[in-house]
């Protein structure tokens, strides 16, 4: 092999190497994760300044990458062929054409961008000084395709929403999660956190069914006896109906009335808050701060009590249940076995899909299982009454004939669904020979 051949390869090499460090310069860019590169810059990094000022002018770098990319490997494809049939006269084009696509394949695309994906921040951080010289150099070929760019939008009027919706940040928070970038617990507090906004009073409430309250003409002995049975720290105060809830008292304001030998409430009776089932949830957060209070009294189109919601509950969407000495830990679902389990009726839908991981495309307007359950029968079942639900098999435990308490939800096995087709196939054939 001649001096000149030798040059010729050891210039391959180089060019093979160049396309590799642009498809690489390439990938790193396009993958890096600019939250990490701003809270770098955030924290003083001078370079991790320039590398976003890069980012944020993403048309010239590509522009620089693609061009640098193709001069090289069109060399490369052009200097192989001259090489090669230098070597083998007779097949030397077919025998480029073969070795320089297998060659800029592997060590000019797949190794580099695999390396590249694995570590783009350090790599964006090594090769920035190169490519800013680059961008530096060929501003004038950039000018021509920025040119040719606002052309062609001027023809197509292309449309660029640069917008993030709660979905695609929730599919981000998800995907950190899944890459152990966050903890489940921060992960889930982020998650509450974004789908918060989304949340109306009527998802949390607690229902008027369950809402502990006293009449105004009640004696403090049975207000007491309210303050002592149910552990609560507020109690609503209503006149002649719940639906005319007209005061609030604090535990703490109680007890001392009764040590200053004092009966009349009224004299420690705080304003309601009044809202509506369909108010957003963060709105009706800043409305307790603003009037430094802690529960509001939900009213439905009518005017009566739709319910009461509290701060606690409001928090508790972010955070999750907190539990207090005197609170009774509900177990929203218990296990018999399995494959079983007793749900609690009161339990919220779109929670209880999550906890068994059910995928559920059907959005329902009720939030609760209860509601979910009557929806099922198309009404109020009673204790043993059963219905099928996809692979599920749901069976009463306890109806007082106007809610549900609890249900029984037993997974179907395959054989078990076998079965059950089985036997609505042989019931529809019968049906028809009728």
């Known amino acids: 092999m001649d001096n000149e051949t030798m ?45 976003l000022n890069l980012l944020e002018n993403y048309d010239k770098f590509i522009t620089t990458v693609l061009v640098g990319n193709n001069i090289v490997n069109i060399l490369a494809s052009s200097l192989a062929t001259v090489f090669f049939l230098a070597v083998f006269p007779e097949n030397g084009v077919t025998i480029s054409t073969t070795v320089m696509t297998l060659v800029v394949l592997i060590f000019g695309e797949i ?13 964006a951080f090594f090769v920035y000084d190169i490519i800013a010289l680059l961008v530096l150099i060929l501003t004038p070929i950039n000018a021509i395709f920025t040119a040719w760019k606002n052309f062609l939008s001027s023809i197509f009027h292309f449309e660029n929403d640069d917008s993030v919706s709660s979905d695609e940040l929730l599919t981000m928070v998800e995907e950190a999660q899944n890459d152990g970038e966050i903890d489940e ?20 409430l607690t229902p008027r069914v369950d809402v502990i309250a006293a009449d105004i003409t009640d004696s403090v002995e049975e207000i007491e006896k309210l303050f002592r049975i149910h552990g609560y720290s507020r109690l609503p105060i209503y006149e002649e109906s719940i639906d005319n809830i007209v005061g609030i008292i604090h535990e703490k304001d109680f007890y001392s009335l009764l040590l200053d030998k004092e009966t009349d409430i009224k004299k420690i009776m705080q304003k309601v808050i009044y809202t509506s089932p369909y108010i957003k949830v963060n709105d009706l957060l800043r409305q307790l701060q603003s009037n430094k209070t802690h529960l509001a009294v939900v009213v439905d189109e009518y005017g009566g009590t739709a319910g009461i919601i509290t701060l606690e509950d409001i928090i508790e969407e972010l955070v999750g249940e907190i539990w207090d000495e005197h609170d009774e830990i509900i177990e929203y679902y218990k296990p018999i076995d399995e494959s079983t389990y007793i749900v609690s009726c009161n339990a919220n839908l ?26 099922l029968f198309d009404k109020i079942p009673e204790a043993g009454e059963d219905v099928y639900f996809m692979n599920m098999h749901l069976t009463i435990k306890e109806s007082d004939g106007k809610t549900i308490q609890s249900v029984e939800l037993h997974f179907l096995s395959e054989e078990e669904l076998a079965e059950l087709n089985k036997k609505d196939d042989e019931d529809e054939k019968e049906e028809n020979s009728k």
């Open 7 to 51: 040059t010729m390869l050891l210039a391959l090499v180089g060019l093979v190497f160049l396309s590799a460090f642009f498809s690489a310069t390439e990938t790193a860019y396009s993958s890096i994760n600019k939250i990490k590169v701003k809270n770098l810059a955030n924290n003083g990094s001078k370079k991790a300044e320039k590398v």
């Open 185 to 204: 617990h921060d992960g889930n507090l982020i998650s509450n956190a974004i789908e918060f906004n989304e949340l109306e009073v009527k998802d949390i």
């Open 350 to 375: 779109e929670e209880m899909f999550e906890h068994f991981d059910l995928d559920i495309e059907e959005e329902y307007e009720f939030t609760t299982v209860s509601a979910w359950l009557i929806h």
């Open 111 to 123: 190794t580099p961008k695999t390396i590249a994906k694995e570590m783009p921040e350090k790599f």
